[in-house]
């Protein structure tokens, strides 16, 4: 077996080194005053390992992301930002949707698909390719306060719009399997709770 953090020979899909690199973030506002609450930093391994979901359907860092977020958050219903439908067509799997759908299960709370699945994915400069257009349309209404869930957060813009699309006196927060904010064009604006 090789590690999914490092590429190197393993008795299991995270080895011992990789395991105890993946650090939570401190959790953070983002502007509006919406909550954010991240896993792992967006760095080694744990980037190595979204990547891996994200790309190679590796379900499993879903799994390892829903147990280490699911204890840290009130009981709400989890809303997913879905991935493109191009996309998830071309890699067969929704990570934001497979890290909700686990922690649905560990808080016994409700999975609310309430943002529409975008046809194409907004290829933008900068880094931050691949992302969801910078407005999400809303399927149904939402049912009081909600959590919303991604795999990365990578500039902030994508969530905002999410929290935006909700409206934000109706998102209790917002959850990442990575954070990845601090090197974002977003982070003079984020604030670290104090
Ligand atoms: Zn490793």
């Known amino acids: 077996m090789v590690c999914q953090g490092c590429f190197t020979p393993a008795e299991t899909l995270v ?17 509006g005053g919406v909550r954010l609450v991240s896993a792992f930093e967006h760095t080694g391994a744990a980037a190595r390992l979204v990547h891996g979901l994200k790309y190679r359907g590796l379900v ?4 390892m ?11 709400a219903p989890l809303v997913p930002i879905p991935r493109a439908w191009s996309r998830f067509a071309r890699y067969g799997v929704d990570p ?6 686990r922690i649905a299960r560990i808080n016994r709370v409700a ?7 975008p046809i194409h994915s907004a290829r933008r400069a900068g880094g931050d390719h691949g992302r969801l257009p910078a407005s999400l349309a809303i399927r149904t209404p ?3 306060g909600v959590l919303i869930v991604d795999d990365v957060v990578t500039t902030g813009a994508t969530m905002l719009a999410a929290v935006n699309a909700v409206g934000s006196d ?8 990575n954070d990845a904010t601090a090197r974002s064009t977003l982070a003079g604006n984020v604030l670290q709770r104090s």
């Open 15 to 31: 080895c011992r080194q990789c395991r105890v690199s993946l650090r939570p973030p401190p959790e953070k506002i983002l502007p």
């Open 60 to 63: 499993w860092y879903a799994e």
């Open 65 to 75: 992301v829903a147990e280490t977020l699911a204890p840290l958050l009130p009981r």
């Open 96 to 101: 934001a949707r497979e890290i909700a759908l």
């Open 111 to 117: 999975l609310v698909d309430l943002f529409r699945r």
């Open 142 to 144: 939402a049912p009081g």
């Open 170 to 177: 109706r998102v209790i927060g917002v959850v990442a399997a």
